[in-house]
């Protein structure tokens, strides 16, 4: 990690370590999650970096193509792993998963701000990008997660269902991408408004689905 990135993730991390003896339960997951999205922005980063400079093209469509399959692969890590050792109920694997997405947003957020990338950007853009990052992050992961509660249930939908899901998370991301690097507000506020049905189309169907 970066010598900034890595001071803005400790300086995130320390305070929500100390919660950890006073919260218990989901809230607790909640916090551990949070913290595991954080570091997972900070590692994609890195990862990223590498994977760049390795490969001599230009930057687009690597942001557009290998951008959003490392994200996404890091962020589906975590997810799986608490999915097969927790043994949890769905809600619980739900929320941890979100809260991953959630937890990566936020740090990423804070990544570009720390760059430059935010530098010059009015307010309400950085606000947008900002809120478009936590339902790009944060559905995608829930999307993922609600392929993992079947880990225990149904091993061979888990496989096919999991994998199915991560390749339209994958998707969904790179075409996001592809469109913010355009540079346009009205693209960018259509895809806002796209992003925004895609998130509570997600949130209501996987409640129903859970419930049922």
Request: hydrophobic residues 55%; glycine residues 8%; charged residues 10%.
């Amino acid at each position: 990690m970066g010598n900034v990135n890595l001071a803005l993730f400790f300086c995130l991390l320390a305070p929500m370590v100390l919660m950890l003896p006073i919260f218990h339960g989901s809230a607790r997951v909640t916090l551990i999650a949070l913290m595991i999205g954080f570091f997972m922005a900070c590692y994609s980063a890195e990862v990223s970096g590498m994977v760049f400079s390795s490969i001599r093209t230009e930057m687009q469509p690597l942001t557009i193509i290998g951008t959003p399959i490392i994200e996404e692969t890091l962020k589906l890590l975590p997810v799986i792993l608490f999915a097969f050792f927790s043994k949890s109920d769905d809600r619980l694997l739900l929320e941890f998963a979100f809260s991953v997405g959630i937890g990566f947003a936020a740090m990423e957020n804070l990544n570009f701000l720390a760059s430059g990338i935010f530098e010059g950007t009015q307010l309400y853009a950085i606000a947008l990008r900002s809120i478009w990052g936590g339902i790009i992050h944060g559905g995608n992961t829930l999307l993922v997660g609600f392929g993992a509660t079947f880990i225990h249930k149904k091993r061979k939908l888990f496989f096919t269902g999991t994998f199915a899901l991560f390749s339209l998370a994958v998707i969904i991301h790179s075409v996001t991408n592809m469109i913010v690097s355009a540079d346009q507000p009205i693209a960018f506020l259509v895809l806002m408004l796209v992003e925004l049905t895609y998130f509570i189309a997600l949130i209501v169907g996987i409640r129903k689905t859970v419930k049922a």
